[in-house]
């Protein structure tokens, strides 16, 4: 991943405050501008106040309330097309997508380097 990290924003949605931390710190890390929320509704108020959509999606499968990672991602997507990265330790999650509205499915718990092939599979055509 080199050049355009730093103009890439990536959204992180997760209700784990402690993993948040973590991938929000790891992405940073790498370079990218992230905006980290526990939940679609706070991701949006965040991306708004910034006036950008979003150049990746980073959702956990499982969320507070009874939401899913892929109903979050629809709605964040609205009417853009953005990639997303589906993170779940669910045994029961969809399965990934290559169709429209697709994302990747990576399980936990995260492993760094498959998180970076994830990402540079999104970043580097």
């Known amino acids: ?37 526990e939940s679609d509704a706070e991701a949006v108020a965040q991306l708004a106040m910034r006036g950008r959509r979003p150049d990746l999606i980073v959702c956990d499968y499982r969320l507070s309330a009874g939401a899913r990672g892929t109903e979050v991602i629809e709605r964040l997507r609205n009417a853009f097309e953005i990639p997303a990265l589906l993170i779940s330790g669910d045994g029961a999650a969809p399965l990934a997508d290559t169709g429209p509205g697709s994302y990747n499915l990576l399980h936990k718990p995260l492993d760094a380097a498959k998180f970076r092939a994830a990402l540079l599979d999104v970043f580097v055509p």
Not at 5 to 33: C, M, N, Q, Y
């Open 1 to 37: 991943m080199k050049t355009s990290r730093a103009s890439k924003l990536v959204v992180v949605i997760d209700d784990d405050p402690l993993v948040l931390e973590a991938t929000g710190g790891l992405l940073r890390s790498w370079g990218f501008e992230v905006v980290t929320a």
